[in-house]
């Protein structure tokens, strides 16, 4: 073998360096990840969307409850859910108590309800369309050259609120439109599809809108085979990957149906008419369920009068009507109220609501409530004197009291937060007195006696409730609408915020005057014990039917115009990872 010189030698220690290099950058290269070019987040605000053809699909299913879907779990709409927004416990409406077909309709095509676009019988009289128009005439209005179809089960729909639809089919059966509907989704094409379905409504009509009424569950399985259908003939269409839909299902509104659990409290959320499903779906959404929030979550939020008593001073207020707070020997009466209690817990039974002389003391005439160390006490009289319980804990709590007669004899049940705490009998005790009605205790006298207590919604009727309507209206916030109003002998909300008055708005003028170290409190507290109004804000953290077409309009890149003045909400739309699809 031929032996190399030491250039050589260099020459080919050199060549075997630079491919021993090459090879080292080549194998690094291969370890390392290519740039991701692909989108792995997409905007929530649906303008931006560039991925294909903006365009919307329209279901509207009339008359199917958001609890029936809830309860049913229909296979197609179930698995639109997992790439959707959506709700059970969606409303037709909270601002307004009209519920029928035609306003359901009107308010999730305008935009708007039944006060502006003034639609609130099944004949459409009296409309103001012209100044709240529907979905089709603004899109024709923004852009005459979208295709717009309206396919409907009912006539009226398609002769009142789809005049402006650049097609329109008004067919006798639900089968007829879903037919008529894959027919266009195969051969046409159009930026806006919607399609009107009537029969479970009028199965519901029929014999009820509960899921025991086995018609009215079986035309909403069928209802949900339809758009299993039309789905896969959408998703079938040539142009889908070039095209991006919103589909829209939705019921325009639910029917007379038993309250469910824990609606007592929730105010429209409670009214199964009210209650209807909505979903917006598409491919790349991920889930986002929207339920009502719970009762107890809802804050008790206001201002009432505190009352406190010190060594040297209390605040109080009195009525000037002595008559009002005495029971007399016969007669049914309901007397409750709130209160909320942040002083020190003590021993010596100050007084802190009655109607009797010594307010302070025990006295055969007259009654009153009384605090005990962490608890309170009803004195009537001096016997019976029974407890209400632990109320000295710095949360909202209600109590009441009933005089009603059983089997001839006059009785006393003392109720704290909805639970009956003792029954005693009173037959036959006169404790009357003409001693004005009194909130606060006296100044103090040890330092056992100190007392801070806000106390409003004061309120006492000419009936005894039942125990079950007592244990529900006393933790709630009295209105004009409220069960018994009619019953009121007097009512003192505790609302204001100044001055030394305590309004009786029962309408008998009866109102307390409060002395000077009587102070106004607010407060925005949390208690199991209340059930406070429902806001209109609580309302907003579902989707209403006023907020479809602000939806769509927003998905097809049309702003609203403020003189429009849509009651909509647009909701922020959230989006999967664009590899998972």
Same mark, same amino acid.
């Given at each position: 073998? &031929? ?6 030698? /260099?020459?080919?220690?050199?060549? /075997? ?5 090459? /090879?080292? #950058? ?23 969307? &560039? ?26 709409i ?8 959506? *709700? ?34 099944e004949?459409?009289?009296? =409309? ?7 979905? $089709?005439?603004?899109l ?18 398609n002769? !009142? ?9 008004? /067919? ?7 037919d008529? #509907? ?27 809108y509960? *899921? ?15 758009i299993?259908?039309i789905?896969?003939?959408?998703k ?29 409290d ?9 209650? =209807?499903?909505?979903?917006?779906? !598409? ?21 009432g ?10 605040g109080m ?19 409750? $109220? ?8 003590g ?9 009797? =002389? ?61 639970? %009956? ?11 009357d ?22 106390? &409003? ?9 039942t125990?079950?309507?007592l ?34 708005f ?6 307390? *005057?409060?002395?000077?170290?009587? *102070?106004r ?20 953290v ?16 049309i ?9 909509? %909400?647009?909701? &922020? ?9």
């Amino acid at each position: 073998m &031929k032996q190399l010189n030491r250039k050589q030698e /260099l020459i080919l220690v050199n060549g /075997l360096g630079i491919i021993c290099l090459i /090879l080292v #950058l080549f194998l690094t290269s291969c370890n390392k990840d290519f740039p991701n070019t692909l989108r792995t987040e997409y905007p929530s605000d649906t303008t931006n969307i &560039k991925e294909g053809k903006r365009k919307v699909l329209y279901l509207i299913l009339d008359g199917v409850r958001g609890n029936a879907v809830s309860s049913l779990q229909p296979t197609n709409i179930n698995s639109l859910a997992r790439n959707s927004i959506y *709700t059970y416990d969606g409303l037709t409406d909270y601002q307004t108590t009209t519920t029928n077909n035609a306003t359901a309709w009107a308010n999730m095509t305008t935009g708007v309800n039944d006060l502006k676009h003034k639609i609130t019988t099944e004949n459409f009289t009296g =409309n103001d369309l012209a100044s709240y128009p529907t979905l $089709f005439t603004r899109l024709k209005t923004a852009n005459a050259k979208l295709r717009t179809v309206s396919i409907a089960s009912s006539v009226s729909f398609n002769t !009142n609120l789809a005049v402006d639809a650049t097609e329109k089919q008004s /067919l006798p059966t639900d089968l007829a439109v879903k037919d008529a #509907l894959i027919n266009e989704l195969k051969t046409k094409e159009a930026d806006l599809i919607v399609a009107q379905f009537h029969s479970a409504e009028t199965e519901g009509a029929a014999n009820g809108y509960e *899921t025991t009424n086995v018609a009215y569950t079986a035309a909403i399985t069928t209802l949900d085979g339809y758009i299993g259908s039309i789905i896969n003939e959408l998703k079938a269409r040539p142009t889908f990957s070039k095209e991006n839909w919103l589909v829209v299902i939705a019921s325009n509104k639910g029917g007379t149906a038993a309250p469910f659990p824990g609606s007592g409290d929730v105010g429209a959320y409670g009214d199964p008419t009210r209650n =209807n499903f909505i979903i917006y779906y !598409n491919p790349k959404f991920s889930t986002q369920p929207l339920a009502r929030p719970d009762a107890n979550s809802f804050p008790y939020v206001g201002y009432g009068p505190r009352f406190v008593a010190t060594a040297t001073s209390n605040g109080m207020a009195t009525l000037s009507n002595t008559g009002v707070g005495n029971f007399g020997t016969t007669g049914d009466f309901t007397f409750m $109220f709130k209160m909320r209690d942040d002083a020190t817990s003590g021993n010596s039974y100050p007084t802190f609501l009655g109607k009797r =002389n010594a307010f302070n003391s025990v006295s055969s005439t007259g009654w009153g409530f009384l605090f005990g160390s962490n608890g309170y006490q009803l004195d009537w009289g001096g016997s019976p004197r029974p407890g209400g319980g632990d109320v000295r804990d710095g949360i909202w709590h209600s109590i009441a009291f009933k005089i009603y007669s059983v089997g001839g004899v006059r009785t006393l049940s003392l109720f704290t937060d909805g639970k %009956k705490m003792s029954t005693n009998s009173i037959n036959g005790r006169n404790i009357d007195n003409t001693t004005a009605l009194r909130i606060g205790s006296d100044i103090a006298l040890n330092g056992s006696e100190l007392t801070n207590i806000i106390i &409003k919604d004061v309120a006492l009727y000419n009936v005894a409730m039942t125990d079950e309507d007592l244990a529900l209206n006393m933790r709630k916030q009295i209105t004009t609408t409220s069960p018994y109003f009619a019953n009121l002998l007097g009512w003192w909300p505790g609302n204001e915020t100044a001055g030394t008055t305590i309004g009786d708005f029962s309408g008998k003028g009866n109102n307390f *005057t409060a002395n000077g170290a009587v *102070t106004r409190a607010s407060f925005e507290d949390l208690s199991p014990n209340i059930s406070p109004l429902i806001t209109t804000a609580s309302y907003r953290v579902v989707i209403n039917s006023v907020d479809i077409p602000s939806q769509i309009y927003n998905w097809m890149g049309i702003a609203p115009l403020t003189s429009w003045n849509l009651d909509g %909400k647009i909701w &922020k739309l959230s989006y999967t990872d664009v590899r998972n699809n």
